[in-house]
């Protein structure tokens, strides 16, 4: 068994999606490791020589660095194979990537934007929100990626492949950012897609961390005026 020090680390803030990402994916598959909260904000030269994107999540294990949480969670899927985040099936697994890095792109400039623009700017970087942008997020970006989300998943328990994989961890993950934004998907809009990612998040290995993070120190930035 390996000692704490030499367990592999995990840097990034918890509030951050790719972050959970990572660390629903090490849950899942039960990977020991060490958690170093870091902020990719005024990163440090040591930081930025890990990731030199200046962007979280890091992985280090050893001389193994990894930054970006896509080659974090294909690498842990081939070095800890089971159980498996990626189905078996060719196609299944490429739609499978195809979420994810859906996901990783449009779901960050849209459903985590929401919380950057209301909750990081104001209270975390001391700038003002952009009102216009955050408007436009919510009322023609976001309507657009949910309709999208809502065919994809059909009346499908996952999004792909018959079984929980990479692809509900990616999309799921930005809507805790998006509920400390003190917003909720409108159930009577789109309510399969909402009571999939109510149902993704109570899964077991995933549970508590939405739990931690909905009650962790960014709690007390969550607007009281919504629901
Ligand atoms: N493609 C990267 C994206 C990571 C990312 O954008 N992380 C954000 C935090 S949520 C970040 O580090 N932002 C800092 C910046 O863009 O300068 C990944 O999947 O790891």
Same mark, same amino acid.
């Given at each position: 068994?390996?000692?704490?020090a030499?367990?592999?680390?995990l ?10 990402k990572?660390r629903? #994916?090490? =849950?899942?598959?039960a990977? !020991? $490791?060490?958690s170093?909260?870091q ?5 440090? +030269?040591? @930081? ?6 200046s ?16 080659v ?21 697994? #490429?739609? =499978?990537?195809?979420?994810? !890095? $859906?996901a990783?792109?449009k ?5 985590a934007? +929401?919380? @950057?623009?209301r909750v ?40 792909t ?9 990616a ?24 009571s999939?990612i ?30």
């Amino acid at each position: 068994m390996k000692t704490s020090a030499s367990l592999p680390i995990l840097h990034g803030s918890n509030i951050s999606p790719y972050v959970r990402k990572v660390r629903v #994916a090490l =849950a899942f598959k039960a990977i !020991e $490791y060490r958690s170093i909260q870091q902020s990719p904000f005024n990163a440090s +030269v040591e @930081f930025k020589a890990k990731s030199p994107l200046s962007k979280i999540p890091c992985w280090e294990d050893g001389d193994l660095v990894l930054p970006d949480s896509s080659v974090i969670v294909g690498y842990l899927e081939h070095r800890y194979p089971s159980p498996s985040l990626f189905p078996d099936n060719p196609e299944e697994r #490429a739609r =499978a990537l195809w979420f994810e !890095e $859906y996901a990783d792109t449009k779901l960050g400039e849209t459903v985590a934007a +929401v919380f @950057f623009q209301r909750v990081v700017r104001p209270n975390v970087l001391k700038q003002k929100t952009d009102s216009k942008h955050l408007e436009h997020l919510l009322n023609q970006a976001l309507p657009e990626v949910c309709d999208y989300l809502t065919g994809c998943l059909g009346d499908h328990e996952y999004m792909t492949g018959g079984q929980f994989s990479i692809a509900d961890i990616a999309i799921t993950s930005p809507f805790v950012n998006f509920a400390l934004a003190g917003e909720a998907i409108d159930k009577s809009r789109w309510p399969s897609l909402s009571s999939y990612i109510e149902r993704i998040h109570a899964i077991p290995c995933y549970a508590p961390i939405v739990r931690d993070d909905l009650n962790g120190p960014f709690l007390k930035f969550r607007p009281k005026s919504l629901s």
